[in-house]
């Protein structure tokens, strides 16, 4: 993929952090209220959103959500990428391609990405703190388009939710759809479906 510029999701997409936020949940919801939840369920609640899970497991426990982000502050400690993550990163960057990322968490997201050993590589990363809209409204990509004259035809989103490839659709600029599970065959709205981060190298 020949691209100059590269906005990036982080949960999901650089960051496994399903895999360690589902077993936050899991031990949140036994610890408030000795309920048992099967991983699976907790991990596919979370990647629709957090509100989702909540709602769906938890939403007659007052504070669960408070509990369950204190908790999961606590796993993000020790962030678990995606393999390949961090070798694309240094490559894009050897070709003298640009990094972004654009994040619906607050500023913890700079706490994770120091962590990770991969915060050198972003030029800029756009959290919540910034106050725009969240994804899929495009305005913190514009807002990235504008601030560094990138031109939409070489620039791509790669994100591993369909809100992800919804708001890189409507900045106008392509779209990488990450899913890690080998068994999609098809992401119909995006210009580009990849199981592993390499693929982007191709």
Sequence with gaps: MDYENYIWDLGGTLLDN?????HAF????????ERVVLH???????????AYAVEKFAKDLPGF???YKK??????????LFDGAKEVLTELSARHAHN???SHRNNQV???????????????VVTSDNGFKRKPAPDSINYLLDKYHLDPAKTVMIGDRPLD?????AAGIATIYFDSAVSTTEAPTADHLIHHLTEILE
């Design 40 to 50: 699976s369920e907790a991990y596919d609640a979370l990647k629709i959103s957090t």
């Design 165 to 169: 490839i919804e708001a890189g659709k």
């Design 100 to 102: 972004f990322m654009i």
């Design 26 to 33: 899991a031990a949140t919801l036994w610890a408030m209220a």
């Design 71 to 80: 908790l999961e502050a606590e796993v993000l400690e020790k962030p678990i």
């Design 110 to 124: 700079l706490t994770i990405l120091n962590s990770a050993q991969i915060d050198s590589y972003f030029t800029e």
């Design 65 to 67: 959500l408070e509990e």
């Design 18 to 22: 399903y895999e360690s936020s589902s």
